[in-house]
């Protein structure tokens, strides 16, 4: 018999759920054994039948529903992938955006894109204005410009699109919770010796204004020179000073200072300012060469250069220091770099015999192509190069294709022979004229080897050297067809004689092919640029015809 608990434990468990009917050890179905039932034979309880058998699913034995945990899992699963689905559809909607709980002074930015943001600075520096009262009753209303600040509007939009963005994915939930906050100020320089000069020329006259000795560029003399300053009355810039940092903070919003002027000695002394002058023409002689690292490089103008220098200091304590227009630096190398520097792909041109064999190689010769990118890192070398006072050269990041390598056979080929003197000319490699030549004296023989017509005129004014330095000229020389610098197949009208006898000992060019007027014509008509030209043989002792 079960105790009176175990009986209550089961009565529960039958009420709350489903069970199966076990059989006993003996075999026989039924709970007689339970107190809590009715022996066999009696009513019993609804789905048994008086000899224990089991006239329904009636249960003995209890589980417990799991339906209830699991629904809660399910939903819980459901609300974790709808979480995770928002999260990187708005990771997505803000990978080029400005995530929300960014800002940017008191505009509002969240979504906002490249182009969007470069209108939204623009304005913001535009709005921004500082009045600036002074001694007298004098009063301006002055722009960050006017007060020395140098916005790199390019670098504060980059500022504003990577803030709060993380490449870790976790950190990166923070960048689009709307209630995680991040303040971006505008991206700025500020120039003091130019403030303490624009708020000098504005507030105070003249005659009673002092003068710092200031630096210029001379373009005639390629070199920065001193203008000596004097004594007189300086603004006190702090208070400026102070409402420009919280412009840079806080852009797109005005604001109001008083400031008072001072009586000093010669702000910036003209022995400092020779120093810094001294240091402003070294940047100019120490060249700054740019390399696509590949055919072509690009020196910055000292002309250039100059403009990017600037005077930099604070008057006050009598400082003039150097300072470089970063700004630009990135606008003029993002310009004039690609034009300087990029390389159009040509494919290298092999020209093959009929057996495939290479009888000029780089015939046109092969050139990678080459695409200048991030100039910007460019720009920030060459401020580093700038301040350090030395020279450099800097080689510019650049995606490259390399150039490819073609075989071609040649339809025109011409053989100079110089030990008989003559020129064959072959197409498809068969022989079809042979002309009489002359060709380079002793002391200018034509050179040997294997090259390609490359440059044509049917008249040109010929000038040169000769042995005895002086100066040779034959004008209205027709029919030129240049295979290998100078030297080229044309008409000799006064070298007939050396022409006919084969004779470059005692009649020979300075290293052209001299020929008949018909012949060379001839060429010229038939043989075009690309054409192969083998100079072969050796010099003649003598005339050979």
């Not at 929300?100 to 623009?122: E, I």
């Not at 630096?215 to 004594?231: K, L, M, P, W």
């Given at each position: 018999m079960m105790s009176k608990n175990t009986e209550q434990l089961h009565l529960q468990d039958l009420a709350d759920t489903?069970?199966?009917?076990?059989?006993?050890?003996?075999?026989?179905?039924?709970?007689?054994g339970l107190g809590a039932f009715p022996p066999a034979g009696g009513d019993g309880f609804a789905g048994f039948t008086a000899d224990g058998g089991d006239g329904g699913n009636m249960p003995l034995e209890a589980k417990k529903s799991h339906k209830g945990p699991i629904i809660v899992l399910v939903s819980i699963a459901v609300?974790?992938?709808?979480?995770?689905?928002?999260?990187?559809?708005?990771?997505?909607?803000?990978?080029?955006?400005?995530?929300?709980?960014?800002?940017?002074?008191?505009?509002?930015?969240?979504?906002?894109?490249?182009?969007?943001?470069?209108?939204?600075?623009?304005k913001a520096v535009k709005d921004s204005s500082i009045v600036v009262k002074g001694d007298n009753d004098r009063q301006i209303s002055a722009t960050l410009k006017d007060l020395g600040v140098s916005v790199d509007v390019k670098k504060t939009v980059d500022d504003l699109l990577a803030a709060k963005k993380s490449e870790n994915l976790l950190q990166d939930i923070a960048r689009v919770n709307p209630f995680s906050h991040e303040s971006v100020k505008l991206a700025a320089k500020v120039n003091t010796y130019e403030m303490s000069r624009f708020l000098s020329d504005k507030l105070i006259s003249d005659d009673e204004r002092a003068v710092a000795?200031?630096?210029?560029?001379?373009?005639?003399?390629?070199?920065?020179?001193?203008?000596?300053?004097?004594?007189g009355d300086t603004p006190d810039i702090q208070p400026v000073d102070a409402a420009v940092e919280q412009a840079?903070?806080?852009?797109?919003?005005?604001?109001?200072?008083?400031?008072?002027?001072?009586?000093?000695?010669?702000?910036?002394?003209?022995?400092?300012?020779?120093?810094?002058?001294?240091?402003?023409?070294?940047?100019?002689t120490n060249k700054i060469v740019l390399t696509n690292g590949d055919a072509k490089q690009f020196e910055l103008p000292v002309d250039e250069v100059a403009k990017w220098i600037k005077a930099n200091g604070d008057p006050s304590k009598g400082q003039i220091t150097l300072d470089y227009d970063a700004v630009a630096i990135k606008t003029y190398l993002a310009a004039v770099l690609p034009q300087q520097l990029n390389q159009e792909l040509v494919p290298q041109e092999d020209i093959v015999d009929d057996n495939n064999k290479v009888i000029l190689e780089a015939a046109v010769k092969g050139v990678n192509g080459l695409t200048v990118k991030n100039t910007d890192n460019t720009a920030a070398q060459v401020v580093s190069a700038l301040n350090a006072g030395n020279g450099a050269t800097l080689q510019v990041e650049s995606d490259v294709?390399?150039?490819?390598?073609?075989?071609?056979?040649?339809?025109?080929?011409?053989?100079?022979?110089?030990?008989?003197?003559?020129?064959?000319?072959?197409q498809n490699s068969q022989a079809v004229k042979t002309f009489p030549?002359?060709?380079?004296?002793?002391?200018?023989?034509?050179?040997?080897?294997?090259?390609?017509?490359?440059?044509?005129?049917?008249?040109?004014?010929?000038?040169?050297?000769?042995?005895?330095?002086?100066?040779?000229?034959?004008?209205?020389?027709?029919?030129?067809?240049?295979?290998?610098?100078?030297?080229?197949?044309?008409?000799?009208?006064?070298?007939?004689?050396?022409?006919?006898?084969?004779?470059?000992?005692?009649?020979?060019?300075?290293?052209?092919?001299?020929?008949?007027?018909?012949?060379?014509?001839?060429?010229?008509?038939?043989?075009?640029?690309?054409?192969?030209?083998?100079?072969?043989?050796?010099?003649?002792?003598?005339?050979?015809?």
């Open positions: 489903t069970v199966i009917n076990p059989v006993d050890a003996n075999g026989a179905r039924g709970l007689e609300i974790l992938v709808a979480l995770i689905a928002v999260f990187f559809t708005m990771r997505w909607h803000y990978a080029d955006r400005v995530a929300p709980g960014v800002s940017f002074g008191s505009v509002k930015v969240t979504g906002q894109t490249r182009g969007d943001l470069t209108a939204t600075v623009n000795s200031s630096i210029s560029y001379d373009a005639n003399a390629q070199a920065f020179v001193v203008t000596e300053g004097r004594d840079i903070k806080n852009p797109g919003n005005s604001a109001t200072v008083e400031i008072t002027n001072k009586q000093i000695d010669m702000p910036i002394t003209t022995e400092e300012a020779q120093k810094t002058a001294d240091e402003a023409n070294q940047r100019l294709k390399k150039f490819d390598i073609k075989q071609k056979k040649s339809e025109w080929r011409i053989v100079v022979d110089k030990s008989s003197q003559t020129a064959t000319v072959y030549v002359c060709t380079g004296s002793n002391k200018h023989e034509t050179d040997s080897g294997t090259f390609t017509i490359y440059l044509r005129y049917d008249v040109q004014d010929m000038r040169g050297l000769n042995d005895d330095h002086t100066t040779y000229f034959s004008p209205g020389v027709k029919w030129v067809s240049y295979f290998n610098g100078g030297e080229g197949f044309h008409t000799a009208s006064w070298n007939n004689y050396g022409i006919a006898h084969g004779d470059p000992v005692n009649y020979g060019s300075h290293g052209c092919v001299n020929m008949y007027e018909a012949d060379s014509k001839w060429i010229y008509d038939h043989c075009p640029q690309g054409t192969i030209v083998q100079v072969v043989g050796s010099q003649p002792s003598g005339a050979v015809r």
